[in-house]
């Protein structure tokens, strides 16, 4: 499992992981990032092994079509590395998640002939896998408009493998956060680091709803992020004291995918897995894309939504707290539309998706 160092690229080959787990659980799984960004202790936490190479972004020249173009493109150094590990762990069948650890890992894998399957988990390919899908047998997509950038005879529709969710965990989890059954809760996340856009326009906000008439209706749980919550942690503490309704700040909630089931409306950035898990609970995202995306794979995936009739799209340049007060009101008294809007994103959610890859990457090791 080449499976990176952000939670994007960790969480969906840890879903299939734990997939296989479930059909073989004897079956061994190497979990192979960058070094020191590994979130190592996560992945022994799930009973798995890990190891680490060298690996950086790729090269952007343009004209790495051919596979030796593309070794070159990705760097000798961390595909010899990832051939070591390969001939002392002698693996059946090798997945890349994307991301730059993706094309050595995939490059050692085509070189000793082992089979090999990526992930593209957004609607526009990043750089890496673009390169690797060259040497790939499969490339599963989350997202059908990713299918027009590769060969189609390898591309199969799978969706984005997310971790199992349930309604009863999320209202749980609800409860122990404070949280009452009976009012609308709204979620306000910007992955697991957090975003501090987000951050600054959420607190601007959360004054101009106090004082609207959704108030007594309305709960929200602003998780700040781990790598903001130095600078914004306290602010938020004070801003909670002068609502009119509950407010809870936290730097994150590691079981966020459980709590999108209890929830009504998830303000987000346009990552392809936080996507996937809200589509799999059914809750209504209103999404502003991270425009600093190396491909602006965020915003197509939030315009695959929003084509859809699945989600609330406004760019950050043109929100501000009054936009975004008008947006969130506006959802909250419209029920009807809401609950369209819901299902329509439940219909692009597939959570047996870890599942169904997890049967292909056997099927290939059996073969």
Not at 109 to 130: D, H, Q, T, V
């Amino acid at each position: 499992m080449a499976s990176g160092a952000t939670g994007g690229h960790l969480y969906p080959c840890l879903a299939i992981a734990d997939a296989i787990r479930l059909t073989y659980p004897d079956a061994r799984l190497l979990f192979v990032g960058p070094k020191g960004k590994t979130d190592e202790q996560l992945i022994q936490a799930h009973g798995f092994e890990s190891a680490t190479i060298s690996a950086s972004g790729v090269s952007r020249t343009g004209g790495a079509f051919r596979p030796w173009q593309v070794l070159k493109a990705i760097s000798f150094a961390p595909v010899a590395e990832a051939l070591r590990l390969l001939r002392q762990f002698r693996p059946h069948v090798v997945f890349g998640a994307g991301g730059y650890v993706s094309g050595p890992v995939i490059a050692a894998a085509w070189l000793k002939n082992i089979p090999r399957a990526i992930l593209e988990a957004n609607a526009i390919p990043g750089l890496a896998n673009r390169l690797a899908a060259r040497l790939a047998n499969s490339i599963f997509i989350g997202f059908d408009p990713a299918a027009k950038y590769f060969s189609r005879r390898k591309v199969v529709l799978m969706g984005n493998p997310v971790r199992t969710g349930s309604k009863a965990e999320g209202q749980r989890i609800r409860a122990d956060l404070g949280f009452e059954e009976g009012k609308l809760l709204i979620v306000v996340v910007g992955g697991s680091l957090g975003s501090r856009f987000l951050n600054e326009v959420m607190l601007s906000t959360l004054p101009l709803l106090s004082k609207h008439r959704v108030a007594s209706r309305l709960q929200v749980l602003h998780c700040v992020g781990k790598r903001f919550w130095d600078q914004f942690g306290k602010t938020a503490t004070r801003v909670a004291v002068g609502l009119n309704f509950k407010y809870v700040a936290v730097p994150f909630v590691p079981e966020l995918h459980n709590l999108f089931y209890a929830c009504h409306v998830v303000v987000c950035r346009g990552g392809a897995m936080t996507l996937s898990e809200i589509a799999a609970a059914g809750a209504l995202p209103i999404i502003i894309p991270w425009p600093g995306a190396a491909n602006n794979e965020q915003l197509a995936n939030a315009q695959f939504f929003q084509r859809n009739g699945a989600a609330v799209l406004i760019e950050e340049k043109h929100l501000d707290e009054r936009r975004l007060q008008s947006i969130l009101v506006e959802t909250i008294d419209n029920d009807a539309d809401a609950r369209k809007m819901r299902d329509n994103c439940r219909r692009i959610g597939r959570p047996d998706a870890a599942k169904l890859i997890a049967s292909a990457l056997m099927g290939f090791g059996r073969r």
